[in-house]
């Protein structure tokens, strides 16, 4: 069963923080590159940053230096800690396999006011 469950989003003030979480299935997850990507209004989706099995990371040049992915391997999650947050970062985030599974989750919107 695929499955993709995001949460942790919300409102917050630029330079604030946000931490979100995913949990997935194992048929995603396991051994998997697992990535978040985002997709603001009128926007394609992008990716935002990406983390091996072995927990090595890249990530979108926009977010360098602010954001964070890990992952647990023992409960099927991953995470995104966002740091100094800006008013573009305002999208819905979503996780998913790099590369994407066909199927998403519902996302968790960010909202960042200036």
């Known amino acids: 069963q695929v499955r993709l469950v995001e949460s942790g989003g919300g409102l917050v003030q630029a330079g604030g923080s946000l931490r979100l979480s995913c949990a997935a299935s194992?048929?995603?997850?396991?051994?998997?590159?697992m990535a978040w990507y985002r997709q603001a209004p009128g926007n394609q989706r992008e990716l935002v940053a990406s983390?091996?099995?072995?927990?090595?990371?890249n990530y979108a040049d926009s977010v360098k230096g602010r954001f964070t992915i890990s992952r647990d391997n023992a409960k099927n999650t991953v995470y995104l800690q966002m740091n100094s947050l800006k008013p573009e970062d305002t999208a819905v985030y979503y996780c998913?396999?790099?590369?994407?599974?066909?199927?998403w989750g519902q996302g968790t919107l960010v909202t960042v006011s200036s």
């Open positions: 998913n396999r790099l590369p994407n599974f066909s199927v």
């Open positions: 194992s048929l995603i997850f396991s051994f998997n590159t």
């Open positions: 983390i091996t099995s072995g927990s090595s990371t």
